[in-house]
């Protein structure tokens, strides 16, 4: 079957960095995304990674490793407003995008 | 800035009653999706659309219909609203290429009674 795994809470302080990790067994693998979603609103589109290596974007980065099924979302200089859920999502081989149930990060001052 | 939109943020209905829930996207897509949201569990497949009239199940059709007429236009039907269908429902929508990003609606929180 298809799976995607990801913490269901962490939380961090205000200012720091924080790593939110992903593994993924999906049927072909055509991309991954990263979406930050929150509370009571639609995910947002954050990264996109199809090669290995690391994308950078601000202060996210994206992390991908296909022959370990693993990402991650690096989030530094962490502020209030990061407080939300962060979901992973892999497009299988029929381009379809199998979801993570979603890791949602507290930020404590 | 591409832009979903859902006919309705809150709805409330009763046990038994038809609920439409429509999607428009002002972008072109090709694909439209409905997706509910329940915690712990992530975004689950509904049905999804890659182009007028056409439909296909996703992971849990049960109790659901859709109706795609326009391109534009993505139409989630309860035919008989359960009281398992309290949900988040959301829609998306995504260019017909390889590179599939989909951007989402702003969600309609429907609860059944």
């Known amino acids: 079957g298809q799976n995607i795994d990801q913490p269901t809470e962490m939380t961090a302080t205000e200012g720091a960095i924080v790593q939110i990790n992903c593994t993924y067994q999906?049927?072909?693998?055509?991309?991954l995304f990263w979406y930050q979603q929150h509370a009571g609103e639609a995910p947002t589109f954050l990264s996109y990674?199809?090669l290995d290596g690391l994308e950078e974007k601000g202060r996210f980065s994206s992390f991908l490793s296909r022959s370990k099924g693993y990402s991650y979302l690096l989030l530094k200089e962490l502020q209030m407003k990061d407080s939300a859920s962060y979901l992973c999502a892999v497009a299988d081989s029929n381009y379809q995008l199998i979801w993570g149930a979603g890791t949602k990060l507290i930020i404590k001052p | 800035d591409v832009k979903v939109t859902q006919s309705s943020r809150y709805l409330v209905k009763r046990t038994g009653e038809k609920v439409f829930l429509e999607c428009v996207q002002d972008m072109d897509h090709e694909n439209m999706f409905w997706y509910r949201q329940d915690p712990g569990l992530g975004l689950r497949l509904i049905y999804f659309?890659?182009?007028?009239?056409?439909?296909e199940k996703g992971d849990i059709p049960e109790g659901y219909s859709v109706s795609r007429e326009k391109k534009e236009r993505f139409s989630l039907i309860l035919e008989s609203a359960s009281t398992n269908q309290t949900s988040m429902y959301l829609c998306a929508s995504s260019f017909g290429t390889d590179y599939n990003e989909q951007f989402f609606g702003p969600g309609t929180r429907l609860t059944v009674l």
């Open positions: 659309s890659y182009d007028v009239k056409m439909k």
């Open positions: 990674n199809v």
């Open positions: 999906t049927s072909g693998f055509n991309g």
